[in-house]
């Protein structure tokens, strides 16, 4: 008797472990508001591979919104979509309302890829996207943190976190094109 008893604590705990282990958020399940105040569904990405990138304004890597734009122009009919949060995490670098960040990245580099509001990537008030890239009981992948403006996280098609590129990473690295051709 004491022995089933043991053998059937045993597989609840084991069952209890796995279960921990796989109870990261659905990225799909994730929202946000776009820069023009209107909700933005994550599950519309289903299927997609997803660059999410924090931006500003006013940074030295501000330069790589051409890139992206580039990027993005070269492979949004092939289930790629970056999305941009603007951020003023950093030094003030992103010190525009949510009209002159549209207007700016416009304007500049003729952006067309999805922008959302400006939001905090880290700290208390971290918006719930970032809390799902950057903590690892949330994505089931890694932690990892926010250092500066234009990180690059990249998600499969499938929702899954696949890695974490830093600032100085080229949007149109071979690392990012073999990523997403694969």
């Known amino acids: 008797m004491e022995k089933r008893y043991l053998i059937s604590l045993l597989l609840i705990m084991a069952s209890s472990i796995l279960n921990s282990a796989h109870s990261s958020t659905p990225f799909y399940d994730l929202s946000a508001v776009d ?12 299927g997609k591979k997803v660059m999410i990138v924090n931006t500003a304004s006013k940074c030295g890597y501000t330069p790589q919104y051409e890139e992206l734009q580039e990027l993005y122009e070269q492979y949004k009919d092939e ?9 003023n995490n950093f030094m003030r670098q992103e010190p525009g309302t949510n009209l002159e960040i549209l207007e700016f990245c416009s304007v500049n580099f003729g952006v067309t890829f ?12 971290m918006h719930a996207v970032y809390q799902w890239l950057t903590l690892k009981e949330n994505n089931g992948v890694k932690d990892s943190s926010v250092k500066w403006n234009f990180q690059k996280y990249l998600i499969d098609e499938e929702g899954n976190l696949i890695d974490v590129l830093p600032s100085r990473t080229s949007p149109l690295s071979d690392e990012v094109i073999e990523w997403i051709n694969k």
């Open 79 to 87: 289930d790629f979509v970056i999305i941009a949060f603007p951020a």
């Open 35 to 46: 820069i023009n105040g209107d909700s933005f569904s994550f599950d519309q990405l289903k």
């Open 114 to 125: 999805p922008i959302m509001e400006k939001i905090s990537v880290k700290g208390k008030d």
